[in-house]
């Protein structure tokens, strides 16, 4: 077993975290989430979604978004990006990380993105051309790795094609995500594993929900595997509109606890990501789900 000495966090909070809101959250609250979670260390911050804003009303502020955040040296923000028209519309605002998205699990991804795994591969063919050319770093997300809400078992052998499928197209970092957060640590590990045989464990992330409360063993697990990116959101808001039952990512806060408890390096100052969280609650007006930020606050 060696464990990795630093791990690099995909703060996904004002993304995924947000998408499921009910109630729209005006854009300068998301502007200021985006910026304290930059003040407070993180490298890696998905900024918002260039989706269908019939599919994703919350987030047909991404224009306004992305384009009213502090932008920090040093700080990368991609976006989610589901065809050209999005990608032109992050495009003329100045976004050049992006991250296109598909699943290992047709039923999902036809709820999701209103296509069959193949379709959305081809559909992401110009925008990946079009990046190349632009000189925009593209990540892919493979979602329900570990189970679907519509079909149930997911095989790792979809999870791995599809994963290496998207890393020969030019995705430099792969995230390998449990939409529903239906996994557990050992079926984590061979899911990794099986993947990291086709696709360099450097190329590759983790991005657990934690609706039955396994992600920090899943995470374990997968550091244990080799994995040195993790995908997290501040306060543990989030899920997706289109995987019913879903909860929210693990909280970002009790992954830098563990990793900096285990003298794995983040960079990122718990003190002012916890506060950031806990504004954020207030903001939405309910309790933070990250079990440190609640110890902390009693
Ligand atoms: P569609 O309805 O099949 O496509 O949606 P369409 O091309 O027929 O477009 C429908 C309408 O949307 C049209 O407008 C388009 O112009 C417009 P109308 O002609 O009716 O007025 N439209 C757009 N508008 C703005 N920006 C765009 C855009 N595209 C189309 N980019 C589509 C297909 C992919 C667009 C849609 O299904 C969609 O946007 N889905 C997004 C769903 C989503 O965001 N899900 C959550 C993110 S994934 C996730 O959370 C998982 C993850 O966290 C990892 C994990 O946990 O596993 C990443
Ligand atoms: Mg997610």
Redesign the pocket.
């Known amino acids: 077993m060696s464990l990795p000495t630093s791990v690099r966090i995909v703060e996904?909070g004002a993304r995924?975290g947000l998408?499921n809101e009910k109630t729209i959250i005006p854009a300068a609250t998301k502007i200021e989430l985006i910026d304290r979670l930059s003040a407070s260390g993180l490298r890696t911050i998905e900024a918002t979604?260039?989706?269908?804003?019939?599919?994703?009303p919350q987030l047909a502020d991404a224009a306004e978004v992305f384009a009213g955040i502090t932008r920090r040296d040093g700080v990368t923000y991609p976006v989610?990006?589901?065809?050209l028209?999005?990608y032109e519309?992050a495009r003329a605002v100045g976004v050049c990380d992006i991250?296109i998205?598909t699943a290992a699990s047709e039923a999902f991804n036809r709820k999701?993105?209103?296509?069959s795994i193949d379709e959305s591969i081809e559909r992401f063919l110009p925008v990946l051309e079009q990046a190349r050319a632009d000189g925009v770093r593209v990540r892919g997300?493979v979602?329900?790795v570990l189970g679907c809400p519509y079909q149930g078992e997911v095989p790792v052998s979809e999870v791995v094609r599809v994963a290496r499928r998207l890393h020969e197209l030019g995705c430099h970092e792969i995230?390998l995500?449990?939409?529903i957060g239906v996994g557990t640590p050992g079926k984590a590990r061979v899911m990794l594993r099986a993947v990291a045989g086709e696709v360099p464990m450097s190329a590759l992330a983790v991005?657990f929900?934690d609706t039955y409360g396994q992600a920090l063993a899943n995470i374990l697990a997968c550091l244990e595997e080799g994995v040195g990116v993790v995908d997290s959101s501040v306060g543990g808001t989030g899920g997706?509109?289109?995987a019913k039952g879903a909860t929210g990512n693990v909280a970002s806060e009790d992954v830098v606890y563990m990793l900096e408890g285990m003298g794995i390096a983040t960079g990122i100052d718990l003190p002012r990501l916890i506060e950031t969280g806990l504004w954020l609650s207030g903001a939405l007006g309910r309790a933070t789900s990250s079990r440190v930020a609640r110890a902390r606050s009693a």
């Open positions: 996904v995924d998408q979604s260039f989706v269908s804003p019939k599919w994703v989610l990006v589901p065809n028209q999005g519309r991250a998205f999701n993105i209103n296509a997300y979602s329900t995230s995500g449990d939409t991005h929900h997706c509109p289109y």
